[in-house]
């Protein structure tokens, strides 16, 4: 909705000026026309931290294009090179056989698996 992309946004405008910066979030846009196709971060838990999350959104429109794995590629050269991380993970639904792919393609590998990690306490 218009209100989360506003609340999102103003998000990533306090982490880009946070010191000591956790979190990176950027818009991908394509090289040629400048238009949005989405979004990738890194998210550090703490300063001294040796690990991120990768996180992403794109629109639906520019799936199965490549996107989303250059600008990953990009990113974890980002985060090992520049970050010195040691270790990057991602997150994603089970069904979404595009965004596995896409993971696939960055040299992640699975370590586990969750059955529903949105499930509260009472649900177990």
Avoid at 35 to 51: C, I, N, P, T, V
Avoid at 98 to 105: A, D, H, Q, T, W
Wanted: net charge negative; charged share 25%.
């Amino acid at each position: 909705t218009e209100s989360e992309t506003s609340e999102f946004l103003a998000r990533a405008r306090a982490a880009a000026s946070a010191r000591p910066r956790l979190s990176f979030e950027l818009a991908v846009t394509h090289r040629n026309c400048g238009s949005l196709l989405g979004a990738m971060g890194l998210h550090r838990e703490g300063a001294d931290a040796s690990d991120a999350m990768l996180g992403y959104c794109f629109a639906q429109s520019s799936w199965g294009h490549g996107y989303a794995t250059e600008a990953g590629v990009a990113m974890l050269r980002f985060g090992f090179e520049a970050l010195a991380l040691e270790n990057i993970w991602a997150g994603c639904d089970v069904d979404n056989r595009g965004s596995i792919r896409v993971l696939e393609k960055l040299g992640m590998t699975l370590q586990s698996r969750h059955r529903d990690d949105t499930a509260s306490p009472e649900d177990s």
